[in-house]
C-alpha cells in the first residue's frame, strides 16, 4: 500500500530556510484523485495544515503561512518537498505529509512525522 | 487555526460507552461537508478513524461510529478499550474566506 516518509533537517536556526522532503512508495504521486499536504503539529497543540500540491504542480498554500511556504513536485523521483521561510521558534513542530483523497477530501495516508526544532 | 471546536477531555471506565463531539458553523459542518475523524495514539502520526461522516476504513474496528446533524457531528465508542486511549481530531471543509480545511483542537480520551 501507498507510504509516505518525511526527511529533513531537523534543527533550523532562527530566520532560517525549512527544507523537507516527502517520499511517496507503494503508488504514483501522478496517479489522479489525489492531493499531497503538508501539517504540523506543535508541541502539545493541535493539527495546521500548511499546504497542498497536486500531481500537475498547482498550489495551496494555508493564509497564516502563505507569505513563507513553498511547495514543491517531482513526479519522477515520486517526492514533494516544503520550503518555509524565515523560521522562528513558533515553527517549532511536527511536521507530517499526507495524502488526501479528494473524493472524501480525507487524509488517508500519513508520513510518520519529522521533529524539526527552530532553534540558535 | 482550529476551525472546529472539540472538548479538550473525555474519558470512561472500560466497556462503556464515550461520545466526542465536533462544532462547527454554515460555512463547514453545516454546509453539509464531509467530516472525518483522526485518531492519534502518544508519539504516533494521525490516523484516519472515520471518513465521510461514517465510513470505516479496512482494520477499523465497527466500536468506533461517526454521526453528523446540523452544524455539529460526533465520534461514538461503544465497548471502550485501554488501547482507544489517544487524542481524536474531526476534520471537515470549511468554504468562507479562509476557507479550505479545519480541523478540531482535539480531544484528550482517558481510559480509567
Known amino acids: 500500500q501507498v507510504q509516505l516518509q518525511e526527511s529533513g533537517s531537523g534543527l533550523v536556526r532562527p530566520s532560517q530556510t525549512l527544507s523537507l522532503t516527502c517520499a511517496v512508495s507503494g503508488g504514483s504521486i501522478s496517479s489522479g484523485g489525489f492531493s499531497y499536504y503538508w501539517l504540523r503539529q506543535p508541541p502539545g497543540k493541535g493539527l495546521e495544515w500548511i499546504g497542498y500540491i497536486f500531481h500537475s504542480g498547482s498550489t495551496y498554500y494555508s493564509p497564516s503561512l502563505r507569505s513563507r511556504v513553498t511547495i514543491s513536485v517531482d513526479t519522477s523521483q515520486e517526492k514533494f518537498f516544503l520550503n518555509l521561510t524565515s523560521v522562528t521558534a513558533a515553527d517549532t513542530a511536527v511536521y507530517y505529509c499526507?495524502?488526501?483523497?479528494?473524493?472524501?477530501?480525507?487524509?488517508?495516508?500519513w508520513g510518520k512525522g519529522t521533529t524539526v526544532t527552530v532553534s540558535s | 487555526q482550529s476551525g472546529l471546536t472539540q472538548p479538550p477531555s473525555v474519558s470512561g471506565a472500560p466497556g462503556q460507552r464515550v461520545t466526542i463531539s465536533c462544532t462547527g458553523t454554515r460555512s463547514n459542518i453545516g454546509a453539509d461537508y464531509n467530516v472525518h475523524w483522526y485518531q492519534q495514539l502518544p508519539g504516533t502520526a494521525p490516523k484516519l478513524l472515520i471518513y465521510g461522516h461514517n465510513i470505516r476504513p479496512s482494520g477499523v474496528p465497527d466500536r468506533f461510529s461517526g454521526s453528523k446533524s446540523g452544524t455539529s457531528a460526533s465520534l461514538a465508542i461503544t465497548g471502550l478499550q485501554a488501547e482507544d486511549e489517544a487524542d481524536y481530531y474531526c476534520q471537515s471543509y470549511d468554504s468562507s474566506l479562509n476557507g479550505d480545511m479545519v480541523f478540531g483542537g482535539g480531544t484528550k480520551l482517558t481510559v480509567l
Open positions: 499526507a495524502r488526501c483523497a479528494l473524493d472524501f477530501y480525507s487524509l488517508d495516508v
